[in-house]
């Protein structure tokens, strides 16, 4: 009740274009305590009064203006369910997406989570139908190009160069630098799934349940994918040259994989 009653005060405002829900309350693997991901793409941002004039109404705990990553309110509802809502310019979003899709773009980790993000979010409000259409513009088979950029690129900081996080990592064991081991098998990650889901030609879906949802959807995964990842959280300053060993182990898997794939493509990575 009070998350509709939010959307529809958001809806009188000028400058908003589009209010779209993402996050899992998009889908329908959700409860009724999850949280509410609302993002509003407005012409200009709304005055801070105007947004707590509307936010009091309903919410409980209001957090103005928080920018740790977008710009966002972070409230908790009357009914007791959080809500963060981002501001966007839905021209920048376009240009973001447009960049990765359309200019094939690769980046460190992450790369198709603004592609993801659009599809898979709900439309509640498109005052001019422009999220619709942006939406039918980037609904398009996985880019080839995109895919080989990504696997390329991620490929790299993984191993095989000076700065690659394989290297990072033996030397931050070396020095027993837990929070640097810490810091680098966490870029480590996002490098490897980047590579997994563009391997399967699948949008990235954000950092939340990345392993869960390669294993119930994914034809190509490294060998013993799960094992090996269950061993490096368990042995990463447990057993640190165990560690390094199934760090090995699961970079040689994933390089046998992108090599089998590549001969099945008739394409180099």
């Given amino acids: 009740m009070f998350f509709e009653q939010l959307c529809i005060a958001l809806q009188a405002l000028e400058p908003i274009e589009a209010l779209v829900l993402g996050g899992s309350r998009a889908g329908e693997v959700y409860d009724q305590k999850s949280d509410y991901d609302l993002y509003v793409y407005c012409t200009e941002l709304p005055s801070p009064e105007a947004r707590m004039e509307l936010l009091r109404r309903v919410c409980d705990r209001i957090e103005l203006g928080n920018d740790f990553w977008e710009l966002e309110d972070d409230c908790v509802l009357k009914d ?7 501001y966007r310019s839905l021209d920048a979003f376009a240009q973001d997406v447009a960049a990765v899709v359309e200019g094939y773009s690769a980046r460190n980790g992450y790369t198709t989570c603004m592609w993801h993000n659009l599809l898979h979010s709900r439309i509640l ?6 999220y619709a259409a942006l939406r039918q513009r980037f609904d398009v088979p996985y880019p080839e190009a995109l895919r080989q950029n990504i696997i390329r690129r991620n490929l ?3 191993t095989g160069n000076l700065p690659s996080y394989d290297a990072q990592l033996r030397k931050a064991v070396s020095r027993e630098d837990r929070p640097s081991v810490n810091h680098r098998m966490a870029a ?7 590579i997994l889901f563009a391997l399967n030609r699948m949008t990235h879906p954000g950092e939340k349940r990345m392993d869960s949802t390669l294993k119930a959807t994914a034809k190509l995964l490294p060998k013993d994918f799960g094992e090996n990842l269950d ?4 042995c990463m300053f447990a057993n640190p040259e165990r560690f390094l060993e199934v760090l090995d182990t699961m970079v040689g898997n994933l390089q046998e994989l992108v090599e089998k794939e590549t001969e099945a493509d008739g394409k180099a990575v």
């Fill in 188 to 194: 480590f990650l996002e490098s490897y799934f980047d």
């Fill in 156 to 158: 790299r900081l993984l």
């Fill in 80 to 86: 007791g369910i959080p809500v963060d809502i981002l």
């Fill in 231 to 234: 061993e490096a959280f368990a």
């Fill in 125 to 130: 409000y498109d005052r001019d139908g422009r």
